[in-house]
Nanobody, 115 residues
């Protein structure tokens, strides 16, 4: 069983920065992708950034150039550095791990950007 624990959310002013971290534990399959999604009330959860098992990152167009995803394969962690935050980045951010039939979600961490 795989578990994900997120940390790092909070309140920040527009233009500021936050760093989210996610630690995976348990039987983690090799080459699993890990990433971040976000959700606001009344909207579907959307991809923010994902990094493949081989280290290739992909970003939503809305965060390109502002967010950076990184991964420590030895520690089974994934982080999201968020810079130049905007009010529209306000959401609950969820860590995700996926490999084949397996998909695991973290509990979510709230990011609030005040304008």
């Amino acid at each position: 069983q795989v578990q994900l624990v997120e940390s790092g959310g909070g309140l920040v002013q527009a233009g500021g920065s936050l760093r989210l971290s996610c630690a995976a534990s348990g039987s983690i399959p090799s080459l699993a992708a890990m990433g971040w999604y976000r959700q606001t009330p009344g909207k579907q959860r959307e991809l923010v950034a994902v990094i493949s098992g081989r280290g290739s990152p992909n970003y939503a167009d809305s965060v390109k150039g502002r967010f950076t995803i990184s991964r420590d394969y030895a520690k089974n962690t994934v982080s999201l550095q968020m810079n130049s935050l905007k009010s529209e980045d306000t959401a609950v951010y969820y860590c995700n791990l996926a490999r084949g039939y397996l998909e695991v979600w973290g509990q979510g961490t709230l990011v609030t950007v005040s304008s």
